[in-house]
Nanobody, 123 residues
């Protein structure tokens, strides 16, 4: 299996910045897309940004111009730099990875999730 562990969440004032990290570990053969989702209280989980392997990142309209997703393939890690944060960005942020992993007796396609990290934007 593959495990994802997020870090970097916390309390920040409006206009501030945070950088989230998510490291994947386990029997990874290949990670294709790495994504960040978020879920605010009372709302459905939504895609914030994704970055395909070797491709260009994509952003939700709410994240464009403020958030930057990047990945370090050597470390199987994805980052989300969040600037100019707003109270409406308050949510639990989840890391997601889609790829191929080894599970005896062979390789399988998987869709993996971290447990989430809370981001609170408030004065």
């Amino acid at each position: 299996q593959v495990q994802l562990v997020e870090s970097g969440g916390g309390l920040v004032q409006p206009g501030g910045s945070l950088r989230l990290s998510c490291a994947a570990s386990g029997c990874i053969a290949r990670i294709n897309a790495m994504c960040w989702y978020r879920q605010a209280p009372g709302k459905e989980r939504e895609l914030v940004a994704d970055v395909p392997s070797g491709g260009n990142p994509n952003y939700a309209d709410s994240a464009k111009g403020r958030f930057t997703i990047s990945r370090d393939n050597a470390k199987n890690t994805v980052y989300l730099q969040m600037n100019s944060l707003k109270p409406e960005d308050t949510a639990v942020y989840y890391c997601n990875a889609k790829g191929i992993y080894y599970s005896a007796p062979g390789y399988k396609i998987g869709d993996f999730w971290g447990k989430g990290t809370l981001v609170t934007v408030s004065s």
